[in-house]
Nanobody, 128 residues
Framework: QVQLVESGGGLVTTGGSLRLSCTAS????????MGWFRQAPGKEREFVAS????????NYADSVKDRFTISRDNAERTVSLQMNNLKPEDTGVYYC?????????????????????WGQGTQVTVSS
C-alpha cells in the first residue's frame, strides 16, 4: 500500500509559478507509475500529467503541455509538478496518484480508474 501526501499549493497571480510535491510512504513507491490530476469546482477530475516508474517517459494533457513538468525521485519517494505560466483555468485541487506499473517505461492512461492510490489534494488558485 502507498500513502500519498501533497504539498506546495497556494495562491498565485496569472503568469506565476508553483511547484507541487507529493511524498509517498512505503518502500514500494518505485514500482508505481505516478500521475497528477486536478479538479475544479463543479467539474470532473481531469488528468494533468504522468511519469513512468523509471522517471523516463512522461505524458501531459494538451492544456498544460510546455508549461508543466512532472518529475520523480525514487530515492526520496517524491513526485513533483513544476507549473509555470499559470492561468486562471489552472485553478483547482491537485491530486497525486499512483498506478500499478507494468514496466519501467510503461505509462498509464489518463483515466482516474487506472490509478489505485490517491492523496488528499492541495489547492491551487490562480488569480487574474
Amino acid at each position: 500500500q502507498v500513502q500519498l501526501v501533497e504539498s506546495g499549493g497556494g495562491l498565485v497571480t496569472t503568469g506565476g509559478s508553483l511547484r507541487l510535491s507529493c511524498t509517498a510512504s512505503g518502500r514500494t513507491f518505485m514500482y508505481y507509475a505516478m500521475g497528477w490530476f486536478r479538479q475544479a469546482p463543479g467539474k470532473e477530475r481531469e488528468f494533468v500529467a504522468s511519469v513512468s516508474r523509471g522517471g523516463g517517459p512522461t505524458n501531459y494533457a494538451d492544456s498544460v503541455k510546455d508549461r508543466f513538468t512532472i518529475s520523480r525521485d525514487n530515492a526520496e519517494r517524491t513526485v513533483s509538478l513544476q507549473m509555470n505560466n499559470l492561468k486562471p483555468e489552472d485553478t483547482g485541487v491537485y491530486y497525486c496518484a499512483a498506478a500499478t506499473s507494468y514496466g519501467i517505461n510503461w505509462l498509464p492512461g489518463s483515466g482516474v480508474r487506472e490509478y489505485r492510490y490517491w492523496g488528499q489534494g492541495t489547492q491551487v488558485t490562480v488569480s487574474s
